[in-house]
């Protein structure tokens, strides 16, 4: 199973992720956390990276897209993934498409994890991350709308997208997730 999870920062895409990898037993691959680790690197490629991430703007798509596709042909991800992070926008939605053709993996389902702004507030406010400042947040939250957002239309289209409401404890959600999942197995 390869699936992606869409959502805005705070959705929850985080934890459903995890829990999913677990049910699934396959690997959550977390653009943000592969970020990270080249920061805590300190290569040079680290602290091109760090400038954005600190910003709350997205990391290049030529960065991103290296680090991606080398993570998805690691062997593990042969009996399937699960995206969180990626893509974030339409440019890396259609890098995407196009090296899991050459791969022969195409995404099966994308789910949308729906939350309120209100829920997102509290949420973000209870992180402890660096990149969790007030501006950056803000900042975050605007770029998703402005272009991580026509993602969920790009994949309506494409008929494999889910909407899932992420409002509710995390338990909730993934039972959710499972039911609707179980739906068009
Ligand atoms: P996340 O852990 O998914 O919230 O990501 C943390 C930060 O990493 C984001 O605010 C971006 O700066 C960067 N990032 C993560 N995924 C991507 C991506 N697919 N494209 C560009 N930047 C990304």
């Known amino acids: 199973m390869r699936l992606i999870l869409l959502g805005t ?3 929850g895409k985080g934890e459903q992720a995890t829990r999913l990898s ?3 037993r396959i690997p959550h691959i977390s653009t943000g956390d592969l970020l990270r680790r080249e920061m805590e690197e300190g290569t040079e490629v680290g602290r091109r990276i ?3 991430v600190n910003q709350g703007e997205l990391v290049s798509d030529d960065i991103t897209q290296a680090i991606l596709e ?3 042909r690691e ?3 042969m009996s399937g993934f699960i995206l969180d992070g990626f893509p974030r926008n339409l440019n890396q939605a259609d890098f995407l498409r196009a090296a899991l053709a050459r791969m022969q ?3 099966d389902v994308v789910l ?3 939350v309120p702004d209100s829920t997102v507030i509290d949420r ?3 992180r402890n991350r660096r990149d969790d400042t007030p501006e950056t947040i803000r900042h975050r939250l605007k770029v998703y709308r402005k272009v991580t957002a026509p993602l969920v239309d790009y994949y309506d289209r494409a008929g494999i997208l889910k909407r899932i409401d992420g409002d509710g404890s995390p338990e909730e959600v993934t039972k959710r997730i499972l039911a609707n999942l179980a739906r068009t197995a």
């Open 22 to 24: 677990k049910n699934f």
């Open 9 to 11: 920062p705070g959705a």
């Open 70 to 72: 080398n993570r998805l």
């Open 75 to 77: 062997a593990d991800c």
């Open 124 to 126: 973000l406010a209870m």
């Open 105 to 107: 993996a195409p995404v």
């Open 50 to 52: 760090s400038e954005f």
């Open 112 to 114: 949308n994890i729906e």
